[in-house]
């Protein structure tokens, strides 16, 4: 093995350490943040997601919000159609962090890969903050009560 023996060791370290992080990207889990906050009285950041609301969710929960008709009843595909994100719905049922993450890596990244759903997966198409700005849009169009409600979930999720 005369060709490993005169191979210098920091170049196996920079190898490995190449290697380690690749198999980081590769098998991270998905939900990498945990930072998420929705800010439904940041008027900037409500005013910014309404815009996106409209850009990118409204064709099919609804310009105002209402989802699309017999939300509840799967279509003949099997798949559900896209439920209210107003009081109606469940969004609310949701803490900030879950609801992040339904919207960035779709639903699979809850029900599992073999689930198949129309809702499309933003991370490549919204940032970050663009995720946030929208979710906070919409919990800033709930009434006061549906809002303490879903501030006590997101205390209750935080707690776990
Ligand atoms: C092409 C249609 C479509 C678009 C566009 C779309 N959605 Fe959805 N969305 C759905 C469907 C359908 C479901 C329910 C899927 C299921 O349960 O299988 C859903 C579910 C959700 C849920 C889970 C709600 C709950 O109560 O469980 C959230 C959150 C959500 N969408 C947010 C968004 C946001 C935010 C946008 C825009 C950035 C968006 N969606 C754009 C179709 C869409």
Not at 25 to 31: C, M, S
Not at 86 to 92: F, I, V
Request: charged share 25%; with cysteine.
């Amino acid at each position: 093995m005369a060709l490993f023996g005169r191979t210098p060791i920091p170049l196996y370290a920079a190898a490995l350490l190449l290697g380690t992080l690749l198999v980081y990207q590769i098998y991270a889990p998905k939900g990498e943040r945990t930072d998420i906050e929705l800010y439904p009285d940041d008027v900037q950041m409500v005013a910014d997601g309404k815009a996106l609301y409209a850009q990118h969710c409204a064709s099919c929960h609804g310009a105002g919000l209402e989802g699309q008709s017999n939300w509840r009843e799967r279509k003949s595909n099997g798949r559900l159609p896209a439920p209210p994100h107003d009081e109606t719905g469940h969004t609310w049922h949701h803490d900030d962090l879950s609801l992040f993450k339904l919207t960035k890596h779709g639903l699979q990244f809850v029900a599992g890969d073999d689930y198949e759903s129309d809702m499309p997966a933003y991370k490549d198409v919204l940032s970050d903050r663009d995720i946030v700005a929208i979710l906070s849009f919409i919990k800033s169009t709930w009434p006061a009560k549906v809002r303490e409600t879903h501030d006590e979930i997101n205390r209750r999720a935080r707690l776990k």
